[in-house]
């Protein structure tokens, strides 16, 4: 390890120099729903030491990702200046330019593969980092591409959109009111940290909690239930439960003749799925699903969580997830003080009540005045109802041209190992004609770039933040950006004025057209800057509950669809059907006879994120070499021990790792987190293993077989 990491880590007597200033902050490695305060103690324009901030949600505490901070921000890696490719694609030869050249390269190949081609055939993508979305999204409307993608097709839309076809709008529990929570995939201990405590402080005060998954979670110790269920199976999983409360007559029957349509044909549907023959499917004993049934049906009010990914990352994910979802509905906590609430975002993910125009903002040109999406015509019912291009058919495009062609791509953390199939993306996106990406770090997809722009972190920039509290927080920078890397705000408005850009609000600046976003609110930016830790706003609007009393539903007929008017408009099952995993012992018992292991990839480690932090020597400590978790009963048929090196393999190859004997996995089943650049588990998926319908892809119902592999060498 390197010393100089150590001493940075603990500065203690440098704390103490009279010149050290405390500047609060936010640390933004993670979702944008923690996004935690940070104190940075500065000294010489260095930042010495951060601190988790007393007054912002996270209440003084920082996770191990935001305690490296500034093993981060300081990464030997960064990139400190605009990169202009020299060498072969992925070659990783660049030579230093300045900003002006950089931009002007973009904008005249932009401009020229516009002219050539349509505005359609350029991509504006953005990987996880969110903050950038809103005026990237705007810049591609007004570019005239309507190919703004994102991550987003493959992280929590799938799940918006199962609630939204079957209620018209998305949800969130109410956990302060609820009296019991079905936790339905969802490891906040791990996946947000901060907004744990909020769960434990309820279940202090009696709240009952289900927990539903295949791993052993921090929750499960506080859970009353834990249901096991083999992976991929949470849609006869909820049909079970849902065949029990229809069966025991403990639903909510008004709500049900009043506000739902075709209870009948699910109720049909889940009598296919009484709890005996509900074992055979996910694994969970039909005793257990009876308890878990009565007490959530039993206990008013209550409320579903799920996750963004571990229910709809399935080949069957988007009706596994109407079928969890159809519960609220089917025990009436649907938009109930304690149940699960319609209080749609109004910021960057984040719903906090205060007013703002960001969808507005973002759609600066109707969808009727572009071409159509990639993707609209694979996934169109995903299409309709999610503003964005479809990620996941990039590549399978760039590589077709059809029904258009795509040429180029301005990204924002491209990360070529979030897609299945990593290396197939890869590939594409070598083909594309002209590539840029805006990074802190010359990743492996960066390589492949023609242009590589440095971007800045949160503690080098200002920012617009929303949260949960009704906090809203105008961000200061704690150090000047390193070299001349820039925030991806001022990258986004400078190329506006390099395009030349008929968009007089973006070609007026961050500041401004934040302000405009903010207008419905009464705040503005210069108003917000006063408030060094942000604001919290008392005066906001929480919306109602009930609120499909006076309305109806914003669905097609108007009520709850138990079956749905649009899937059957697009020839889909109607009812929130199971289909087993495509890939699994049951579907294809002849790939199970090699491969008899079942294998999740990707849920949360506290100390990972994604791609991001193997570099960061303080967090890649806690993890240094790849490792996926085999419960002890399939390493002792195999005769591995704890750390033995083992090959992962699925039909598409393998990858080396160490093995993690672990009761936290149940028998028969693998689990690796994603994003390794050495041993990358989506080389082992493949590109088109996915939910036909939301066409996110199934990265948690794969087969797979763990072996002894040699000491050394490659896989
Ligand atoms: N530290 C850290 N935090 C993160 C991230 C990170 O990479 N690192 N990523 C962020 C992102 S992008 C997201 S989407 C969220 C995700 O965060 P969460 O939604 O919390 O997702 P996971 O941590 O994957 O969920 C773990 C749960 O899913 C269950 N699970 C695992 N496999 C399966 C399966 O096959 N089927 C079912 N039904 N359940 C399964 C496990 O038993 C466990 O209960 O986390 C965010 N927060
Ligand atoms: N096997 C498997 N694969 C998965 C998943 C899984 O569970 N299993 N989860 C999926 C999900 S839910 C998600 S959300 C995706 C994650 O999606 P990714 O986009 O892969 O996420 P990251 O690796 O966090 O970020 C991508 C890049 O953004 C860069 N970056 C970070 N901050 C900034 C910034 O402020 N500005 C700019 N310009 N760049 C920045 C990072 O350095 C990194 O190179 O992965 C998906 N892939
Ligand atoms: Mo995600």
């Given at each position: 390890?390197?010393?100089?990491?150590?001493?940075?880590?603990?500065?203690?007597?440098?704390?103490?120099?009279?010149?050290?200033?405390?500047?609060?902050?936010?640390?933004?490695?993670?979702?944008?729903?923690?996004?935690?305060?940070?104190?940075?103690?500065?000294?010489?324009?260095?930042?010495?030491?951060?601190?988790?901030?007393?007054?912002?949600?996270?209440?003084?505490?920082?996770?191990?990702?935001?305690?490296?901070?500034l093993q981060y921000v300081y990464h030997p890696d960064r990139l400190t200046t605009p990169l202009i490719r020299t060498g072969d694609r992925g070659e990783g030869r660049f030579e230093p330019a300045s900003w002006e050249d950089a931009l002007g390269l973009v904008a005249n190949r932009l401009n020229e593969i516009k002219a050539e081609c349509g505005p359609e055939s350029v991509i504006f993508y953005a990987g996880y980092p969110k903050w950038m979305r809103p005026f990237l999204k705007r810049l591609a409307h007004s570019f005239g591409s309507p190919n703004y993608a994102s991550e987003s097709s493959t992280c929590y839309t799938a799940a918006k959109l199962a609630s939204i076809l079957n209620y018209g709008e998305e949800t969130s529990p109410e956990v302060g009111r609820a009296k019991c929570l079905l936790v339905w995939s969802r490891n906040l201990f791990h996946s947000n940290p901060p907004r744990s405590k909020g769960l434990l402080a309820a279940r202090k005060k009696g709240l009952k909690i289900i927990e539903v998954g295949p791993l052993v979670t921090p929750l499960t110790r506080h859970a009353d239930i834990h249901l096991r269920l083999r992976p991929g199976t949470s849609g006869a999983l909820a049909l079970a439960l849902a065949h029990v409360i229809i069966t025991e007559g403990i639903f909510d029957r008004d709500f049900v003749n009043r506000w739902t349509s075709g209870f009948d044909e699910y109720r049909n549907l889940a009598r296919g799925f009484a709890p005996d023959a509900a074992e055979k499917i996910t694994g969970v004993p039909a005793d257990q699903i009876v308890r878990a049934a009565r007490l959530f049906a039993g206990s008013k009010p209550a409320a579903v969580m799920t996750g963004a990914s571990p229910t709809v990352h399935h080949t069957n994910g988007l009706q596994n997830q109407r079928a969890i979802t159809a519960l609220v509905g089917l025990t009436g906590n649907f938009d109930v003080p304690g149940g699960n609430h319609v209080f749609p975002a109004n910021y960057l993910y984040i719903s906090n009540g205060v007013k703002t125009r960001d969808g507005e903002f973002m759609q600066s040109r109707p969808w009727s005045a572009m071409a159509p999406r990639v993707g609209e015509d694979k996934h169109p019912v995903w299409c309709r109802f999610i503003p964005e291009a479809h990620s996941m058919v990039v590549p399978f495009q760039i590589r077709s041209q059809k029904p258009y062609p795509i040429r180029a791509m301005l990204a924002f953390g491209l990360n070529h190992r979030m897609w299945p199939g990593s290396d197939f993306a890869r590939e594409s996106f070598k083909k594309l004609d002209f590539l840029v990406d805006v990074d802190l770090f010359m990743t492996d997809t960066a390589k492949l770039a023609d242009v590589v722009l440095p971007a800045c972190s949160s503690y080098e920039r200002s920012e617009l933040k929303f949260y949960p509290e009704k906090r809203i927080f105008w961000t200061r920078p704690a150090i000047e950006p390193l070299g001349q890397s820039r925030s991806d705000a001022e990258i986004i408005f400078d190329l506006a004025e390099t395009l030349a850009l008929d968009d007089d609000l973006l070609r007026g600046g961050y500041e401004a057209s934040v302000d405009w976003i903010l207008k419905p609110s009464g705040f503005k930016v210069a108003e917000l800057k006063q408030y060094p830790r942000g604001l919290v706003v008392d005066d906001v609007s929480i919306p109602s509950y009930r609120k499909y009393e006076k309305n109806g539903f914003k669905t097609p007929s108007g009520k709850m669809e138990f079956t749905s008017c649009i899937l059957a408009d697009h020839g889909l099952d109607s009812l929130p059907v199971y289909r087993e995993p495509m890939l699994s012992p049951i579907s294809t018992p002849e790939a199970a006879q090699n491969f008899p292991l079942i294998l999740t990839t990707g849920a949360r480690l506290p100390f990972f994120i994604h791609s991001r932090a193997y570099r960061v020597p303080q967090l890649r400590r806690l993890q240094p070499e790849p490792m996926a978790d085999v419960n002890p009963a399939d390493a002792r048929e195999r005769d591995l021990s704890q750390g033995d090196w083992v090959l992962l393999s699925t039909s598409l190859g393998a990858v080396r790792v160490r093995a993690n004997l672990t009761e936290t996995v149940p028998p028969g089943v693998v689990n690796m987190y994603h994003g390794r650049p050495e041993a990358d588990v989506n080389t082992l998926i493949d590109p088109d293993y996915r939910d036909p319908i939301s066409g996110f892809p199934a990265f948690k119902s794969l087969l797979c077989e763990v072996k002894k592999a040699p000491e050394t060498g490659a896989a």
């Open positions: 390890m390197n010393d100089r990491y150590e001493q940075t880590a603990v500065p203690a007597r440098d704390e103490m120099a009279t010149d050290t200033e405390i500047r609060p902050t936010i640390c933004s490695i993670c979702n944008p729903g923690s996004h935690c305060g940070v104190d940075a103690y500065v000294s010489n324009g260095r930042i010495i030491k951060v601190k988790g901030s007393m007054e912002t949600h996270n209440a003084g505490t920082l996770c191990a990702k935001g305690a490296a901070g």
